[in-house]
């Protein structure tokens, strides 16, 4: 936001171009959970860019990305967060939309030592060159801290009113916000992706150990993101709604997977993952009773609805005691 | 001028918005588009789109469990 304002100022024209990997952490997600109700419920790129009155472009990168995810050049951070080989691809993705679209280079609000991975002053160039941008990606934020780029040279922007911001602290874009009359931003950088939050890495690192191999699809990563997942035997896993909300979500999943859910009290929609036998079936059903208002029912009767199938089935099981539910079965 | 429909029902945020960004490359000015979404967040976003790119929400219908909003392709 700043660095757009900052290009703004020097009269530049500026377009937003936002990339969705499918590990976006937006309002929308939260919001599932009536816990997270008083978030806005707002896309925080099209907010950005109606404030600074600029167009935004928002583009599914979702397959393109796994590459990004499960290969990456330049390893991991703490958890699964790609984010040097994230950010060489999201400036890649820009550069090759400017060509495209007659743009004439690329700015980022990327600050030198910002962050430990992506925004150290060895990994800047490494951005620049591997996504092929060079010197068309300009940091108006920290750009007097870096060598020459395009714009400047060719007196597009003016270097004298870019800035030399560096380090972790973000007090000096905070003065500049407030310079500017910006009073309210989104969230810093770091908490905007799920593959920066350690328990949403366990259950990806879960879901490719069970597979056996490192791939996904969009609904493995969305399921990832709501309910209460529990693996009670490698080759299956539960995925429990843990309120109303949840429990809408889930239901758009129901086909795609085996659902089950007590008929006999209320009590969450549960999917299953993997695959099963009867006696896995009955122990995801004593689960399930656990989970629901029977729980210190002797029977529950559980509805089943196979993976795709019209007919259902039902299991009245006793629920399973909360001391036989290891903690090692929640992923 | 013609009417469209676009079913967004169970994608969450941003998908709602990037496949009406996407449908409306293909529609002509004028054009009347339908979305149908689940997401609530698409009842904040879909408009602010539309306000950025210069299209008109003409009507948003929110039930319960599903979000209608009719857009005029650049009536904005």
Redesign the interface.
């Known amino acids: 936001m700043l660095a757009a304002r900052v290009m703004l100022e020097q009269g530049i024209h500026v377009e937003g171009i936002?990339f969705?990997t499918g590990f976006?952490v937006?309002?929308?997600?939260h919001?599932i959970r009536k816990k997270d109700k008083a978030k806005?419920?707002?896309?925080n790129?099209?907010?950005t860019?109606?404030q600074l009155g600029?167009?935004?472009?928002?583009?599914?990168v979702i397959d393109e990305y796994k590459d990004i995810v499960i290969n990456p050049k330049h390893g991991y951070g703490a958890h699964i967060n790609p984010c040097l080989d994230c950010k060489g691809f999201m400036v890649r993705k820009a550069r090759q939309w400017i060509d495209e679209n007659n743009f004439d280079f690329i700015i980022t609000g990327e600050v030198i030592g910002q962050r430990p991975m992506s925004q150290r002053k060895d990994t800047l160039p490494v951005i620049a060159e591997e996504s092929g941008a060079h010197d068309r990606l300009l940091r108006p934020l920290c750009a007097r801290n870096l060598a020459i780029t395009l714009p400047e040279r060719e007196g597009w922007v003016d270097r004298e009113q870019l800035y030399d911001f560096s380090g972790r602290s973000r007090k000096p874009q905070m003065a500049l916000a407030q310079q500017f009359g910006i009073s309210e931003y989104a969230q810093p950088a770091g908490g905007c992706c799920f593959l920066t939050d350690a328990a949403y890495s366990t259950k990806l690192q879960d879901l490719w150990q069970q597979r056996g191999e490192k791939t996904y699809e969009l609904d493995d990563i969305?399921l990832l993101k709501v309910g209460r997942h529990l693996r009670p035997r490698p080759n299956f896993k539960l995925i429990i709604g843990r309120e109303d909300g949840e429990n809408?979500f889930l239901e758009?999943y129901r086909r795609q997977y085996t659902a089950l859910r007590a008929s006999s009290h209320n009590g969450p929609l549960v999917l299953l993952d993997g695959s099963y036998n009867n006696d896995d079936l009955h122990l995801a059903a004593r689960i399930v009773a656990r989970y629901s208002q029977g729980r210190d029912s002797s029977n529950v009767t559980i509805e089943i609805e196979p993976q795709g199938s019209d007919n259902s089935q039902t299991l009245t099981v006793s629920p399973i005691a909360v001391d036989d539910i290891p903690a090692a079965w929640f992923v | 001028m013609s009417q469209h429909q676009l079913d967004a029902?169970?994608l969450?945020?941003?998908?709602p918005?990037?496949r009406t960004?996407n449908y409306i490359k293909n529609l002509n000015s004028g054009d009347i588009l339908e979305v149908t979404c689940?997401?609530?967040?698409a009842?904040?976003?879909v408009p602010?789109?539309c306000?950025?790119?210069g299209h008109k929400v003409i009507n948003t219908d929110a039930a319960e469990?599903e979000i209608r909003i009719t857009i005029e392709v650049d009536g904005g």
């Open positions: 936002n969705f976006c937006e309002g929308h997600t919001a806005p419920k707002r896309n790129a099209l907010w860019a109606e600029i167009k935004l472009h928002i583009i599914d969305m809408r758009g | 029902r169970r969450l945020c941003p998908m918005v990037i960004q689940t997401d609530p967040g009842l904040n976003d602010t789109w306000r950025i790119n469990d």
